[in-house]
């Protein structure tokens, strides 16, 4: 029998396929047993002699997550039987205090240490990723456990949670020096906190979430929740590191869901409007690295470069963030800012074999697959799993939700809905229906691009379809029925520019703003979809281009190329050949070395 329970939402198409890809790939391969090299670090023997400070740790309980999730999901009996073998081995590793970690007695969280000065990142002198490994650790035992009901993995969590309140507390511990980023690198065990708090409702774990959000506080350099208060840019938030800020803020917005406390949902809200307005790639991704010392860091406010960095564990976590956000408010944009992000700079990352993942992509730039113990191939991993998992939601009064579009099929008590879709690379969505006669409200999300699209049923329209809202169909509902989508997908020109101004006096005192820099850039979207084009003319790694006065009719979409997927799109600008773009996770072909350019320069107005 299998270990897992089928999950009720099965996803097809290209999510689907990519999916598949991870299961086949890295889940099975990556680690198998006790023997595989990231489950050895935790071998007594092994890290008895441990004094390194690196993240590698992180993978096993990484991979424990997204392993359960995909066996659940898939019903696959053989990779469930290897998540229990791996898990199992674990448990043995764990020592009589709850530690279940790589670090040598000495050099362990629950042990004060020199710090010495703290590097640039805020990094203590003596680098450690305990805190987050364990974080990991119990996220992957907890997942474990529900797919399970073992209670041993539930035991293994507690006993992590235990460990960790007792430092914090007893034990003297200050949880900002346990990791870098001036503590934000340890301060993410607030998720896992929480979430041993949701499955045994013991006030201990929430004690301990409590316990490091006023530690993460009192840190200046830090100041986790008023600076979210008061709307600090993302940017200037400790470092500004994307992947350990989305991450605090997924365990905050848990905080705010186990409490109720309005404020953390406030902080939450304004540091994601902050990554949203400001610090997005086309692809929605969360980017930075420009200007500064660490590629994984947001750019200051304002800042535009197609050459910026975007690492694919943040990625992940702004999938996170916005699955706690739709979760709590039921607001449409999380779930069309998951879609984005999914359908292009998450899939944009990963190779065709589920094996191999870009530590960074770039909108303009080569697309390099990783090294072995690079930590994006597991976030990337992790972040497929969590597609099935918000691509439908239940809602209380009798409500279903549709987050996101592709083919598949979702089971959600008595009623079963079916996409029929080439989403995203075509707007027409087909549900169908599967029910006992009903009555009860179906939601489709109208997303913000979408003008004027068309639902119906029967032939007949149902509602108006506002961009950017979900329209809520209520009736009595019987199996054969459907509903129809139809959103318009017509090519589009986006507008950006890098500019630069130098702030002075008049003669008169006035503040006057000289220009001293600008750079105009376009880009290409159509639907859900960023588009991007190989190397210009074959070789050429930018390109300058003269638009046409009339635009009417310079993007034009054909079908899709031999060899790819996606629908292209060309652009006809008359004073040389077309340039053909194409989806941006395929531009360019996804094999190692090949080049995407997403932005191109455009000719300065004649002087």
């Known amino acids: 029998m299998p270990v897992f329970a089928a999950a009720r939402v099965q996803l097809g198409g290209l999510l689907g396929d990519a999916l598949d890809a991870n299961l086949r790939g890295r889940l099975s391969h990556f680690i198998e047993d006790g023997a595989s090299a990231p489950v050895v670090l935790f071998d007594h023997d092994h890290k008895a002699h441990n004094h390194e400070g690196d993240w590698y740790g992180e993978h096993a309980g990484k991979w424990l997550y997204a392993a359960a999730l995909a066996a659940s999901r898939s019903g696959d009996a053989a990779l469930g039987a290897q998540v229990v073998r791996v898990a199992d081995y674990l448990l043995e590793q764990q020592e009589a205090d709850g530690y279940l970690g790589t670090y040598a007695p000495d050099r362990r969280f629950m042990v004060k240490q020199d710090k010495g000065p703290r590097t640039w990142d805020g990094a203590p002198g003596k680098r450690t990723w305990d805190i987050w490994t364990h974080s990991y650790l119990i996220l992957g035992m907890l997942e474990l456990h529900r797919h399970t009901a073992e209670a041993r993995y539930l035991d293994s969590a507690r006993r992590i949670g235990d460990l960790c309140l007792h430092a914090l507390t007893q034990g003297g511990i200050d949880i900002t020096d346990l990791g870098n980023h001036h503590g934000m690198s340890a301060t993410v065990l607030l998720d896992p906190a929480v979430e041993l708090y949701f499955a045994t409702g013991d006030n201990r774990y929430l004690a301990l979430a409590l316990r490091v959000l006023e530690q993460a506080n009192a840190r200046p350099e830090l100041d986790l929740l008023p600076q979210a208060l008061r ?7 400790a470092t500004g590191k994307a992947y350990q800020l989305c991450w605090n803020m997924v365990g905050l917005a848990k905080l705010h869901r186990a409490t109720g406390e309005p404020a953390y949902l406030e902080a939450v809200r304004n540091v994601w409007k902050s990554i949203h307005a400001r610090h997005l790639s086309l692809g929605g991704g969360p980017w930075g690295g420009v200007a500064h010392r660490s590629r994984e860091v947001f750019n200051h406010p304002g800042t535009f470069s197609p050459y910026a960095y975007i690492e694919t564990c943040s990625t992940f976590s702004w999938i996170q963030l916005n699955r706690e956000l739709l979760a709590i408010t039921g607001d449409p944009i999380y779930a069309e800012e998951i879609e984005r992000s999914a359908y292009n700079d998450l899939l944009g990352a990963q190779a065709p074999n589920g094996e191999d993942w870009c530590y960074y992509i770039f909108p303009n730039g080569k697309r390099v697959y990783t090294t072995y113990w690079r930590c994006c191939k597991s976030s990337g991993a ?61 939601a489709v ?47 589009v020109l986006y507008r950006q520019v890098s500019q630069n101004t130098q702030e002075s006096l008049a003669p008169d005192g006035s503040p006057v703003a000289q220009q001293v820099m600008c750079y105009q850039y376009a880009a290409v979207t159509r639907g859900p979809l960023a588009y991007a084009t190989g190397l210009i003319d074959g070789f050429k790694t930018e390109e300058t281009l003269r638009l046409p006065t009339d635009q009417s009719a310079m993007l034009e979409t054909l079908a899709a190329p031999a060899g790819f997927a996606g629908p292209a799109i060309r652009m006809n600008l008359g004073y040389r050949e077309p340039l053909v773009f194409q989806p941006y996770f395929e531009a360019g072909g996804r094999v190692d070395g090949s080049w995407r350019l997403t932005w191109m320069q455009l000719a300065p107005p004649v002087p």
């Open 231 to 237: 709307g600090t840019d993302a940017a200037e938030i």
């Open 445 to 491: 999300r109208i997303p913000s691009w979408a003008e004027n699209g068309h639902v119906s049923i029967g032939g007949a329209a149902v509602g108006v379809a506002v961009p950017g809202s979900y329209l809520r169909i209520e009736r009595e509902w019987k199996t054969g029925d459907s509903i129809d989508i139809d959103f318009p997908m017509a090519p």
């Open 382 to 442: 992790m972040a497929l799993e969590e597609l099935p998992g918000v691509a439908y939601t239940a809602r209380a009064g009798n409500e279903i939700a549709v987050n996101l579009y592709g083919a598949g099929q979702a089971q959600l008590g008595g009623v079963t809905l079916t996409q029929h879709t080439d989403y995203p690379f075509e707007g027409k969505v087909r549900i169908d229906v599967a029910t006992a006669p009903a009555r009860f409200v179906i």
